[in-house]
């Protein structure tokens, strides 16, 4: 089993790169497990997506314990469910500490990274701010506290500083652009899948 981790900002693509990888490994018979957090057919994921749009420390103490609690049932399943699939991608995942304060953000991938399994595939999906706002609008949804172009331009930054390693797919251009450079992600991963 491969599994991978799309993660990324809101607005970023992530979703969008994630459903590429996915009916790519499925054209090639394999069978895929895709899981997006937070989960909203999971009460923890449903919880943490609620306290996101509640803007008070508290509600955000209790949007990342939720969090945390939605990606440990994701683990969970995973284990359970590997021999059933050949390949398992995570839309968000361990990136979700760049929305910590900055001072926490590299402690807390360092102590998460260390406390959690890591993916064989680790992408970053990667978009000027102002583009993931736009996008993020165009859904016509409830904002969630840390979506203006101030605060994904500071959660960007804080990502970029931590995925060292990570395979890095570049959203701003077009989709073909970026299905093109996810399709190279896959070509190098031949032996693997």
Request: aromatic letters at 10%; hydrophobic letters at 40%.
């Amino acid at each position: 089993m491969v599994w991978f981790v799309i993660d990324g900002m809101d607005g970023s693509g992530k979703t969008t790169s994630s459903d590429y990888i996915r009916k790519e490994l499925e054209s090639r018979g394999r069978k895929v497990l895709e899981i997006t957090h937070p989960n909203h057919d999971r009460f923890f994921g449903r919880v943490a997506a609620k306290f996101l749009t509640i803007d008070n420390k508290m509600s955000v103490i209790f949007a990342t314990a939720f969090y945390i609690l939605d990606v440990v049932c994701s683990l969970f399943k995973m284990k359970i469910k590997s021999r059933d699939y050949d390949d398992v991608i995570f839309v968000r995942y361990i990136l979700a500490v760049a929305y910590l304060p900055e001072s926490l953000c590299p402690l807390g991938y360092r102590l998460f990274s260390r406390i959690f399994p890591m993916p064989d595939v680790k992408v970053f999906v990667d978009v000027d701010s102002k583009i993931a706002m736009e996008r993020i609008l165009e859904r016509g949804e409830e904002l969630e506290i840390y979506e203006t172009e101030e605060k994904l331009d500071k959660t960007r930054r804080k990502m970029q500083s931590i995925t060292e390693g990570w395979i890095v797919v570049d959203n701003s251009s077009t989709r073909e652009y970026t299905e093109k450079q996810t399709a190279q992600i896959l070509s190098s991963l031949e032996g693997m899948i």
